[in-house]
């Protein structure tokens, strides 16, 4: 078992918080990611599992024992970094036998093992090679080998496919995925590329300015987003937030009042969010609600068409597979079903709940 508890975690440097108060529960087996911009405070919390920063307050606990001012490497976690950190001057077989040696087994054990993973990760035709014979991708498969050699209780992995080609990421985000199947521990994931997160984790955790957002499964925090902030973050492209007074009151009040179970809506303090795959703009809804705009640019995706629309003072971005493309300057009418419809609070960015179903 390797469950991880952080309780009213804080790290200050100087009068930077870097984190604030965090509180995280990690199951065990769990592919566990947490996403945000940079210096957000990701990496952060993931340092602190490892012993690597002095925490200001608060507590890590590993299955019920306290870690939190245990020596890194009595903590039982290995960390893959951005960086390869690899041994220049040694062979890939050596890099992976170096800490397998220094925690005392044998020579011939040591390289057993260290064959064996190097052939899970396709890296055993490069045992003899040194590190600057290694493409990035190669590099960072001998710095996941040597972490899974230390058979540690939790994994830890800072951005270990920033540094890659897009082809070698995605290469290499299935075989993750893979190897977390196969060895079954848990494991912490930081990244600020939110495919990443969304194709390999159970879980996630938004964070923002040192704070947790939301945490839910990939589709949880897609499909209900707690915040603006999480709705333009998830998706690509992000979610379209627009003042309800650029839809028609005829329109926006009815479907406000039913949504929110109320008689009476004040429209300046609500914000309507849209995914750009939720228009409609072949069919003529009479039921749906109605905006009116013009085409101001278009992006050919090859598999489908990322329209930019100018609906009075906001750009919104309509995500379409059209067999015809509307030209550039036309006007044209969006249309949105009310069951896609999310509502947001203007002041505090946070999402209102439905109470009533509004079909």
């Known amino acids: 078992m390797a469950e991880i508890n952080i309780i009213n975690l804080s790290q200050r440097f100087g009068d930077l918080n870097a984190v604030d108060n965090i509180n995280l529960r990690i199951f065990d087996g769990e592919f566990f990611a947490i996403l945000g911009p940079s210096g957000c405070g990701k990496t952060t919390i993931l340092r602190a599992i490892a012993g690597l920063n002095d925490i200001t307050t608060g507590q890590i606990y590993l299955d019920g024992q306290d870690i939190t001012n245990l020596h890194p490497r009595d903590r039982g ?6 960086t390869f950190a690899l041994y220049p ?6 890099n992976l036998m170096f800490g397998q040696r220094m925690r005392g087994k044998s020579k011939k054990e040591a390289k057993k093992k260290s064959e064996e993973v190097a052939d899970v990760l396709k890296i055993k035709q490069f045992l003899s090679r040194k590190p600057k014979q290694l493409s990035g991708g190669e590099s960072q498969r001998v710095a996941i080998g040597r972490a899974i ?3 540690p209780k939790i994994f830890l992995l800072d951005e270990p496919l920033s540094n890659l080609d897009a082809k070698m990421r995605v290469d290499l985000r299935s075989e993750l995925l893979e190897i977390h199947k196969k060895i079954k521990a848990t494991t912490i994931y930081v990244t600020h590329d939110q495919v990443e997160a969304l194709t390999l984790a159970d879980r996630i955790a938004i964070m923002k300015d040192g704070s947790i957002l939301q945490i839910g499964t990939p589709k949880e925090i897609f499909d209900f987003p707690d915040n603006t902030f999480v709705a333009e973050f998830i998706g690509n492209p992000g979610m379209n937030i627009i003042d309800s007074s650029l839809i028609p009151t ?3 009040l009815p479907l406000l009042e039913t ?3 109320k008689t009476s809506i004040d429209c300046e303090n609500i914000q309507i969010g849209i995914r750009p795959t939720d228009f409609d703009i072949t069919t003529h809804n009479q039921d749906a609600v109605r905006l009116e705009g013009q085409v101001i640019f278009i992006e050919n995706l ?3 068409y990322i329209i930019y629309v100018q609906v009075k003072t906001k750009r919104l971005l309509v995500q379409q597979k059209l067999n015809k493309i509307p030209e550039l300057g036309t ?3 969006l249309f949105v079903n009310r069951q896609k419809i999310h509502i947001f609070e203007s002041k505090t960015g946070k999402r209102l709940p439905i109470l009533v179903n509004p079909d």
């Open 77 to 82: 976690v290995a960390m893959v970094f951005q």
């Open 89 to 94: 001057h040694l062979t890939v077989l050596g």
């Open 149 to 151: 050699l230390q058979s």
């Open 250 to 252: 005829r329109d926006i």
């Open 259 to 261: 949504m929110l179970n």
């Open 302 to 304: 090859g598999h489908e």
């Open 331 to 333: 006007k044209i009418i």
